[in-house]
C-alpha cells in the first residue's frame, strides 16, 4: 500500500523503476545502495515522529492467530513457530523500552478466544506462557470477534490516561463470528481502544475495516523480514488522543529483607503455585507484598514501579529531536562511533550540540538509546 499520494494500493500508482535507484560504488558493489533507500525509509519515519505527543503508560494486547492457516510453510519452519519467535524477541524490547506498560496475550483457535497471560511488566511470566501455551498446537477457525471482545473486556476499566492498543497477528483468511463484528468495533471506537492488524496472507476487509475506524495500522507482511519490522515497529506508542495532563499516583516500593519475621504469600502467585517469603517488594499503601516489579497493586489497584522504571520512560515524553542532513566538505569523524565520514558523504548532525553521526548511529540514538550522546557530553553549568 501507499498512503503517500492519496492511493490506497501500489497498482494505484505510477510505474516506477525502483532498481535504477541501486547503483555500484568503486569497489563494484551495491550494499550502499542498499543501505542508502533502507535509511530514507527510516528517516522518513524518524522524521513524522517530530512534534508529537505519544504515551508513557501503554496496555497492549496482543492476539495471536492459532488457526489452522497458521501451520502453512511460507514462513520458515511454519507461520506460527516463526511468529511467537519474533514475539518473543518482542516482548523482551517492549518491557526494556517500555518499563511501567504491561501487556497480556490472547490466542483465538477452534472458533473460540482465551487469554493465556494476564496484563503484567514480568517479562519472565509472560515468556514461559507463552512457550508453554506455543507447544498445544493449532487448530480450527479463528475468530476475529470473539477475540476483539475478550480484548475489549480486559481493557474497558483501564483509566482515560493511559493507551490502550491491540496488536493482532492474523494469518487466516476467515473467521467464524458468532454475531455483527462491525458492532463491536464500534464498542472499540467508543472505548478509544486502537487496534493494528498484521497480516500474513492476503488483505482482509474486515481488518483492514477494524484498524481504520479505530485509527490502528493495518499491513501485510512480505515475508519473515517484513514480519519482523511490523511487529518491531509498535514498541514505539502511538500519538496520544490525551488532550489533557493527568496526575496519576504512583507507588514506589524498596526491597525489605526482614529475617525475623515471619513468611508469608506474596500476592502476584495467588492463582499460581503460592510462593511463601520474608522478603520482597511492599505495597506503601496497603503493605500487600510483591516478587518483581512494576505491576499494579490487586489488593489497592495501586502502580508499583522503582525510579528507574519511570525514568527509563522519559524518552516518550521528551525524544531526541530529528537530526538535520548536510553535505560534508571535508573528512570528519562520527560522534558515535568514531568511523570516518568521507568529504561530499551526505551525513546527519545534531542540530544542539553540531556533532556529526553516521546513519548507522542516528538510527541507534532514535530507536535504541533515545540519548544523543554528543548532547549528553556537554558538561552542565551546575557541574563543578
Same mark, same amino acid.
Given at each position: 500500500m501507499d498512503e503517500d499520494d492519496g492511493k490506497t494500493y501500489r497498482w494505484e500508482t505510477e510505474y516506477e523503476k525502483t532498481w535504477e535507484a541501486i547503483k555500484e560504488d568503486d569497489s563494484g558493489r551495491i550494499q550502499s545502495s542498499v543501505d542508502e533507500i533502507m535509511y530514507k525509509s527510516i528517516r522518513k519515519r524518524i522524521l513524522n515522529q517530530k512534534n508529537v505527543r505519544l504515551g508513557m503508560m501503554r496496555h497492549l494486547v496482543i492476539v495471536i492467530d492459532m488457526s489452522d492457516a497458521m501451520t502453512n510453510i511460507d514462513m520458515k519452519p511454519n507461520r506460527f513457530i516463526c511468529c511467537t519467535r519474533m514475539i518473543e524477541k518482542f516482548v523482551t524490547e517492549f518491557i526494556d523500552q517500555n518499563p511501567i506498560s504491561q501487556l497480556c496475550f490472547i490466542v483465538t483457535r477452534n472458533k473460540r478466544a482465551e487469554k493465556i497471560t494476564d496484563l503484567n511488566g514480568n517479562l519472565k511470566s509472560q515468556i514461559e506462557v507463552l512457550k508453554t501455551f506455543a507447544s498445544t498446537g493449532c487448530h480450527g477457525e479463528a475468530s476475529v470477534q470473539n477475540a476483539l471482545e475478550l480484548a475489549y473486556s480486559v481493557l474497558r476499566h483501564m483509566p482515560s490516561h493511559t493507551s490502550k492498543e491491540v496488536l493482532f497477528i492474523m494469518g487466516s483468511l476467515t473467521s467464524c463470528d458468532p454475531s455483527d463484528i462491525h458492532k463491536t468495533i464500534d464498542t472499540l471506537v467508543k472505548s478509544n481502544i486502537r487496534c493494528s492488524v498484521i497480516g500474513l496472507s492476503a488483505e482482509v476487509y474486515v481488518c483492514k475495516a477494524l484498524a481504520s475506524k479505530t485509527n490502528g495500522i493495518y499491513n501485510i507482511a512480505l515475508d519473515?523480514?517484513?514480519?519482523?519490522?511490523?511487529?518491531?515497529?509498535?514498541?514505539n506508542p502511538l500519538p496520544s488522543s490525551v488532550t489533557e495532563s493527568t496526575l496519576m499516583k504512583m507507588g514506589f516500593p524498596q526491597y525489605i529483607h526482614e529475617p525475623h519475621d515471619k513468611p508469608f504469600m506474596c500476592a502476584c502467585h495467588l492463582e499460581d503455585e503460592p510462593n511463601f517469603g520474608i522478603s520482597g517488594y511492599f505495597c506503601?499503601?496497603?503493605?500487600?507484598?510483591?516478587?518483581?516489579?512494576?505491576?499494579?497493586?490487586?489488593?489497592?489497584?495501586?502502580?508499583?514501579?522503582?525510579?528507574?522504571?519511570?525514568?527509563?520512560?522519559?524518552?516518550?515524553?521528551?525524544?531526541?529531536?530529528?537530526? &538535520?542532513? +548536510? %553535505?560534508? /566538505?571535508?573528512?570528519?569523524? @562520527?560522534?558515535?562511533?568514531?568511523?570516518?565520514?568521507? &568529504?561530499? +558523504? %551526505?551525513? /546527519?548532525?545534531?542540530?544542539? @550540540?553540531?556533532?556529526?553521526?553516521?546513519?548507522?548511529?542516528?538510527?541507534?540514538?532514535h530507536e535504541v538509546s533515545h540519548v544523543c550522546p554528543g548532547c549528553a557530553s556537554i558538561p552542565s553549568k551546575y557541574s563543578t
Open positions: 519473515e523480514t517484513h514480519l519482523k519490522d511490523l511487529i518491531f515497529s509498535h514498541l506503601p499503601q496497603c503493605n500487600s507484598k510483591y516478587c518483581d516489579l512494576p505491576v499494579e497493586c490487586k489488593v489497592c489497584s495501586l502502580t508499583l514501579v522503582s525510579a528507574s522504571h519511570l525514568a527509563r520512560s522519559y524518552h516518550h515524553l521528551f525524544p531526541v529531536d530529528p537530526f &538535520a542532513e +548536510k %553535505s560534508l /566538505t571535508s573528512v570528519d569523524l @562520527c560522534t558515535g562511533c568514531l568511523k570516518e565520514l568521507p &568529504a561530499g +558523504k %551526505s551525513v /546527519t548532525f545534531c542540530t544542539s @550540540c553540531k556533532n556529526y553521526f553516521c546513519i548507522d548511529c542516528d538510527v541507534f540514538i
